[in-house]
């Protein structure tokens, strides 16, 4: 077996494959001291690693490729892989086989994911069912193969869709659509495409827990076979927030009062909306999933607020790596804040939280690469500060913030101009937050 790419995920697979003594040949096109790292922990009988370039004749002699969710769907590797006829596989995929029999609940959609799966898995454990948490949620579903769970919830990523053909969900979650990954698809519709892959395998037995609120994800599901569950935060559907009675509702059922979610933000009552539905699909009872809904907490790296520094709130958004995000992350807000945006450019313009940020942000704080074109786009808008280091925009944002404000990270770009990934950056605001 050849993997490619030794992130996270490449380093799981390689090791499952070879604890079940499978030849693997893995490699990766970086050579940086992460990925050197990687090779090292992963190296032993039945592994040959390579760092800084892959061996495409290797990878033509092997039996299937496992790909890491990173690695483009152009690259060279990849590109010899299917030229040989060789199945290229998401781990995904792989991980989802050797966890049969255990049902899964698979997640996807632009935003929304990681909390969405998430709750659902505590609804499930709350509830005494077996199951794991996996996938793009931070541990790679690989790892949870020896667990012989009843139940496995997944977040499933375009980039992990696109290579997993045998993946058959017992109930698919789709929780809404956006522009996202520009710097990866060519289009957006191309983006969507890979999202709809989620429909793949759809037969009568499936079960769909679907947004209503958002008709991009209804065209998206036009057709798939199975039973469908919708949600909604504007009107009456199978889940509902009853803004009169001020209770999240299932069906008839109201589960509980909105002041008792322990999560902020309207999106977050969304993603609660969409957990009870598919817990409810698994067989949970509606009074089980209102009293496990109270007891959730957040995740870090997502609206968490780190601490209160002189009447000042921050607040660790950074898993918002593209526009939406960020824009559910101000509507948020119910305070004046300093926003601290930037990293690395995903390809969307910044100008469409200027309306949202009218009146409410104190001040941007704008670092990193996309620094110049957050200027360029919202420099009209709001007080602008331009700088480069992270460490610096957080001293920035310091500095501007007044008591009763809030400073909000929530970059609206991917991280890797200065970070491995947005935990590493979430990481390092806790740090720098919690030494003010």
Known sequence: MAVIGLART????????????????????????GVREAARAVQGPHVSVQCGAHDLDRIRRAAAVIVSPGVPPSAPALAAARAAGLEVLAELDLAARALAPAKLIVVTGTNGKSTTTALIGH??????????????????????????????????????????????????VLTNLAPDHQDRYASVEEYYADKRLLFRNASQNSWWVLNADDAAVGALAQGAAGRRRTWSLQTVADAWWDRSSGALTLGPAALVPRERLPLLGDHNVANALAAALAAAAAGMAPPAIGDALVSFRGLPHRLETIREVRNIVWINDSKATNMASTGVAVR?????????????????????????????????????????????????????????????????????????????????????????????????FRRLVEAL
């Not at 909000?408 to 935990?423: G, I, K, R, T, V």
């Open 123 to 172: 609804l499930l454990a709350a509830a005494g069912r077996s199951v794991v948490v996996g996938g793009n949620i931070g541990r790679p579903l690989i790892e949870c193969a020896g667990d012989a769970p009843e139940w496995a919830v997944v977040e499933a990523s375009s980039f992990q869709l696109h290579d997993a053909p045998h993946l058959i969900p017992v109930i698919g």
């Open 332 to 428: 948020s807000m119910t305070r004046p804040y300093v926003l601290i945006l930037g990293g690395r450019h995903k390809g969307d313009p910044y100008t469409p939280l200027a309306p949202l940020l009218e009146g409410r942000c104190r001040a941007i704080v704008a670092y990193g690469e996309a620094a110049p074109l957050v200027e360029r786009d919202l420099g009209a808008v709001c007080r602008m500060h331009t700088v480069g280091p992270f460490e610096q925009a957080v001293r920035e944002a310091d500095r501007l913030a007044r008591p009763g404000d809030a400073v909000l990270l929530s970059p609206a770009c991917a991280s890797f101009d200065q970070f491995a990934n947005y935990e590493e950056r979430g990481a390092a």
């Open 10 to 33: 490449g380093v799981a697979v390689t090791r499952w494959l070879a604890e079940r003594g499978v030849a693997v040949y893995a490699s990766d096109a970086a050579d940086t001291p």
